[in-house]
Nanobody, 127 residues
Framework: QLQLVESGGGLGQPGGSLRLSCVAS????????VGWFRQAPGKEREGVSC??????????VNADSVKGRFTTSRNNAKTTMYLTMDSLRPDDTALYYC??????????????????WGQGTQVTVAW
C-alpha cells in the first residue's frame, strides 16, 4: 500500500530553480528505485531521473536532457525523494510525477517498468 505524493511545483523562471518533493507513505523507500517522469500536453511521458538507495550504495540515472541541471536526493529517513531543478528552461514545463518500481529492481527511465505513481505536480517555466 505504498503511496506517493508530489509537491513543490509551480512557476519557475528561465534560468531559475525549483525543488520537487516525493513523499512516501505505507512503506519505506529503502531499496526502491524512485523515478521522476514528466509529461507535457499532447506528448509522451518521458523519464527524467531515477535514484535507488540500496545496501551502502546509491544508483542514479539521468536523462540527457537534464544532465548537469537536475539532481536527485533524499532525506535521512528515506521517506522523501527530491528533484532539484536548476537552470530551468521553458521546455521543462510539464506535469511531473514520481514513481517506484518493485523493490530491488534497478533504476530505469522507462515508465512502463514502474508500478506506483503519485498524482503529479505541475511545473511551468516562464517569465
Amino acid at each position: 500500500q505504498l503511496q506517493l505524493v508530489e509537491s513543490g511545483g509551480g512557476l519557475g523562471q528561465p534560468g531559475g530553480s525549483l525543488r520537487l518533493s516525493c513523499v512516501a507513505s505505507g512503506a519505506t523507500l529503502k531499496g526502491y528505485s524512485v523515478g521522476w517522469f514528466r509529461q507535457a500536453p499532447g506528448k509522451e511521458r518521458e523519464g527524467v531521473s531515477c535514484i535507488r538507495n540500496f545496501a551502502n550504495s546509491v544508483e542514479r540515472v539521468n536523462a540527457d536532457s537534464v544532465k548537469g541541471r537536475f539532481t536527485t536526493s533524499r532525506n535521512n529517513a528515506k521517506t522523501t525523494m527530491y528533484l532539484t531543478m536548476d537552470s530551468l528552461r521553458p521546455d521543462d514545463t510539464a506535469l511531473y510525477y514520481c514513481a517506484v518500481r518493485s523493490r530491488g529492481l534497478p533504476c530505469s527511465l522507462i515508465p512502463d517498468e514502474y508500478d506506483v505513481w503519485g498524482q503529479g505536480t505541475q511545473v511551468t517555466v516562464a517569465w
